[in-house]
């Protein structure tokens, strides 16, 4: 069974590059969603229902059950997943992204989700914006760059029409969380700006996963930690 890897926003495939190496296997296959370094399909509106169904019809053609892990928006595609076709699943890991009604989109995310203001606010991400606040917030800085410059008009589109189809995805989708009950694991930041890790520790609690907390670490804990999440993944691998 293949292990398949996804990525969030505004990353691609490349989120997982330091990782990968650290990994024993040999059957890792790390996507991209449609519009994030790929193209997008005629009449693609990038709303979290056709991206989950992406996910979905990506993971079918795999033929067996596989161990998949998310990031960020990866992240809650892959739980909505496991909560919709658990029969395509072996194992799940995410982090940086929890599905829970309780929680609030974070300031960027907002301001994405307001027409008009995230058209401005996109015009403003340019490279060199990008790589810094990237920076900023936690990516390596040999990899913020490579992140940064990826980001082009057609994933802004996206990203806008994503956030903007999740303003309730919370509430629209914990419901299927409830019914996870694949072998699991959440991996997370402690420094996450974007999600405080005790929307992880919900969601373990609610599925029967195991957390897993880099303390040190901020929200793209594939780079930061790369090999700590290696050894973890190939753990969870191990015991199913």
């Given at each position: 069974m293949?292990?398949?890897?996804v990525h969030?926003?505004?990353?691609t495939h490349?989120?997982w590059?330091a990782?990968?190496?650290?990994?024993?296997r040999d059957d890792?296959?790390?996507?991209?969603?449609?519009?994030f370094g790929?193209?997008?399909?005629?009449?693609w509106?990038a709303?979290?229902?056709e991206?989950?169904?992406?996910?979905?019809?990506a993971?079918?053609k795999?033929?067996?059950?596989?161990d998949i892990?998310g990031?960020?928006?990866?992240a809650l595609?892959?739980?909505?997943?496991?909560?919709?076709?658990?029969d395509?699943?072996?194992?799940?890991?995410i982090?940086g992204g929890?599905?829970d009604?309780?929680?609030?989109?974070?300031?960027?995310?907002r301001?994405w989700?307001?027409?008009?203001?995230?058209?401005?606010?996109?015009?403003?991400?340019?490279?060199?914006?990008?790589?810094?606040?990237?920076?900023?917030?936690?990516?390596?800085?040999?990899?913020?760059?490579?992140?940064?410059?990826?980001?082009?008009?057609?994933?802004k589109?996206?990203?806008l029409?994503?956030?903007?189809?999740?303003?309730e995805?919370?509430k629209?989708?914990?419901p299927g969380?409830?019914n996870i009950?694949?072998?699991?694991l959440l991996?997370?930041g402690g420094?996450?700006p974007?999600?405080?890790?005790?929307?992880a520790?919900?969601?373990?609690?609610?599925?029967?996963?195991?957390?897993l907390?880099?303390?040190?670490?901020?929200?793209w804990?594939?780079?930061?930690?790369?090999?700590?999440?290696?050894?973890?993944?190939?753990?969870l691998?191990?015991?199913v």
């Amino acid at each position: 069974m293949p292990a398949i890897f996804v990525h969030g926003v505004p990353d691609t495939h490349h989120v997982w590059d330091a990782l990968r190496p650290h990994l024993s296997r040999d059957d890792v296959s790390a996507v991209d969603l449609p519009g994030f370094g790929s193209p997008v399909p005629d009449g693609w509106n990038a709303t979290k229902e056709e991206y989950a169904n992406w996910l979905i019809a990506a993971v079918e053609k795999a033929g067996a059950p596989v161990d998949i892990v998310g990031h960020d928006w990866g992240a809650l595609l892959t739980a909505r997943l496991v909560s919709l076709r658990p029969d395509l699943v072996r194992s799940w890991t995410i982090g940086g992204g929890a599905i829970d009604e309780e929680y609030v989109w974070h300031d960027m995310a907002r301001s994405w989700q307001t027409p008009g203001l995230g058209e401005q606010v996109m015009q403003g991400m340019t490279s060199a914006a990008l790589e810094a606040g990237m920076t900023a917030a936690g990516v390596p800085a040999e990899h913020a760059g490579v992140t940064a410059s990826n980001v082009d008009d057609t994933m802004k589109d996206c990203i806008l029409k994503l956030y903007r189809s999740a303003t309730e995805v919370g509430k629209e989708w914990q419901p299927g969380t409830e019914n996870i009950d694949r072998p699991g694991l959440l991996i997370w930041g402690g420094r996450d700006p974007y999600m405080q890790v005790g929307f992880a520790r919900k969601m373990a609690e609610r599925t029967g996963a195991r957390l897993l907390v880099f303390e040190d670490s901020s929200h793209w804990w594939p780079l930061e930690k790369p090999a700590e999440a290696a050894s973890a993944l190939e753990e969870l691998w191990a015991g199913v």
